[in-house]
């Protein structure tokens, strides 16, 4: 079997021409595999944090997939849904906004700050309808279009001096 390999987006175009003509599959490049897999993390911050649409988890994620955030590892793929969901819980007017976002072989790297009003419980504190604003990073791993694991470090102290958990 001939593979048409896509390394470059100039080559596309005669991939496609290839394929039709052919019949021979495409492989895409690490170029088209990385553009493909910040796709899909990109889906992940627009869809369920920006639209609240908690069932796309179940198309982006592994059903394996776990989460490392404060030191603790979250998961399999519901779990981590009830966590997304029980964040949402807590924090009114929640906004996550992408500042960043790189690609290198399967992993997608994301910097990103989250706004909202504290009005559930966290650490023990409840909350008191205040304003909060914290940064965070994200590495994650995609593997045939879905992530199957994450890094999450995020300004936990900041969180932790706005909610009152932590005095300065």
């Not at 304003?131 to 994650?140: A, L, S, V």
């Amino acid at each position: 079997m001939i593979f048409c390999s896509v390394r470059h987006a100039a080559m596309v175009p005669l991939c496609v021409l290839a394929v039709l003509l052919g019949g021979m599959p495409c492989e895409a490049g690490p170029l088209e595999r990385q553009t493909a897999n910040k796709s899909v993390v990109r889906s992940f911050w627009t869809d369920v944090w920006a639209e609240r649409k908690f069932n796309r988890i179940d198309e982006l994620f592994s059903e394996d997939f776990v989460i490392h955030s404060a030191g603790k590892p979250i998961g399999p793929r519901n779990a981590f849904k009830d966590w997304v969901k029980s964040f949402f819980s807590n924090v009114d007017d929640l906004e996550l906004e992408v500042l960043d976002i790189f690609a290198e072989e399967d992993k997608v790297i994301t910097r990103w700050i989250c706004r909202g009003r504290f009005v559930g419980n966290m650490f023990g504190i409840n909350g008191r309808s205040q304003r909060i604003e914290f940064t965070g990073m994200n590495i994650m791993t995609v593997r045939d279009g879905r992530i199957v694991e994450a890094w999450v470090e995020r300004d936990g102290l900041g969180l932790a001096r706005q909610i009152g958990l932590v005095k300065e």
